[in-house]
């Protein structure tokens, strides 16, 4: 059953090949997570993010060092220890990385509401510089190029750079 489907699918999809190519459809494609990592948009919402973020994480890398740094020493010398000394400290290890994990979790989650606020931020406009290349462009149809199933894309195709440009003359 589901292979006579596939197959369908794929006659169909290949049937509308020649049409697409008959009309003359422009199609490009944009890398989205370039847009947002290269413009000056982008850019700066991640800047704020950073300053927002980096004291609190410092904090945290320092402590999240400390704790792999007995980690490693535990793994040296657990073989000398004997085996309710190694069981102690490994309790130990055990509970001071799950009370790090308890006090890194508010952070990372108020983090993540940040940068999907933030993000909503970039998407508008960018979308609405999408919209613009593709219409100079005279495009039909714009993929994101991180696509799930896309497998190959024609480097011609790819109007990345044009949207960074035009999102960012309109940036402020």
């Known amino acids: 059953m ?5 197959f369908a699918l794929t006659l169909s999809l290949f049937a509308t090949f020649p049409v697409l190519a008959a009309n003359n459809i422009g199609i490009g494609a944009v890398d989205m997570q370039q847009v947002l990592e290269q413009s000056k948009l982008g850019k700066r919402l991640q800047e704020q993010l950073r300053q927002e973020f980096e004291p609190q994480a410092r904090k945290f890398a320092e402590e999240e060092k ?5 980690q490693q020493a535990f793994e040296r010398d657990k073989a000398l220890m004997s085996k309710d000394q190694a069981a102690k400290q490994e309790k130990e ?3 001071r990385i799950e009370a790090y994990q308890k006090k890194v979790q508010p952070l990372q989650q108020e983090l993540a509401k940040a940068q999907q606020i933030k ?3 970039i998407v508008a ?3 609405e510089a999408v919209n613009t290349v593709a219409k100079k462009k005279k495009l039909s149809m714009v993929v994101e ?9 024609d480097s011609t195709l790819d109007i ?5 440009e035009e999102l960012n003359s309109r940036a402020k």
């Not at 990345?160 to 960074?164: E, Q």
């Open 125 to 127: 406009p960018a979308r």
């Open 160 to 164: 990345t750079a044009d949207v960074i």
């Open 145 to 153: 190029r991180g696509l799930a199933g896309m497998l190959y894309l």
């Open 119 to 121: 993000g909503r931020e």
């Open 93 to 95: 290890l055990v509970g």
């Open 66 to 70: 400390e704790i792999h740094a007995l």
């Open 2 to 6: 589901s292979r006579s489907i596939l």
